[in-house]
């Protein structure tokens, strides 16, 4: 089967990085992207190419050897940054995550935001806890994702 590479999109501070540090079983350290990243078939794009949208072209242009789209939203998020119907600009299935669960467990808003974005499906895990980051493993080989990853 071949290799699916996904592609992570989210505000600054969202937990993208961290995210993609638990899925590779490494310790989590703070490190902002500054550019786009790729590491183990996974494409990491800085906030501000959410946050501003005259840099929405970039995601558009990072996503061409990405197999999913990855919405990350934080549960405790004052500001929307996905626009509704966000995914349609990208040919390829997309899921949510909501990040930092353990810090606000009612994490409706955060949902419902990424299910106006056009996640079909959605994982809220916490970095901190692995809780929910079973699932979302779990879907990602299903979807042939490669997982060189510890649990």
């Known amino acids: 089967m071949e290799t699916k590479n996904l592609i992570f999109i989210g505000q600054r501070g969202v937990g993208k990085t961290t995210l993609i540090q638990v ?11 500054q550019t786009v990243q790729v590491k183990a078939h996974i494409i990491d794009t800085p906030g501000e190419f959410l946050e501003r949208r005259s840099m929405n072209r970039h995601l558009l242009v990072s996503s061409y050897d990405a197999d999913m789209v990855v919405l990350v939203e934080e549960a405790t998020a004052e500001q929307m940054f996905f626009p509704p119907g966000f995914t349609a600009m990208f040919p390829l299935p997309a899921i949510g995550v ?3 669960i353990d ?5 409706a808003r955060a949902k419902k935001r990424l299910e106006y974005a ?8 916490s970095c901190t806890t692995k809780e929910g980051v079973p699932e979302l493993t779990e879907y990602l080989k299903e ?4 997982l060189t990853m510890e649990s």
Do not use: S
């Not at 899925?23 to 902002?32: M, P």
């Not at 810090?103 to 994490?107: G, M």
């Not at 056009?118 to 895990?125: H, Y």
């Not at 979807?143 to 490669?146: D, I, R, S, V």
């Open 23 to 33: 899925l590779c079983g490494e310790e989590l350290h703070y490190h902002k992207t």
């Open 98 to 100: 909501i990040t930092k």
């Open 118 to 125: 056009g996640a079909k499906t959605i994982f809220p895990i």
């Open 143 to 146: 979807f042939g994702y490669e």
């Open 103 to 107: 810090l606000q467990p009612d994490y």
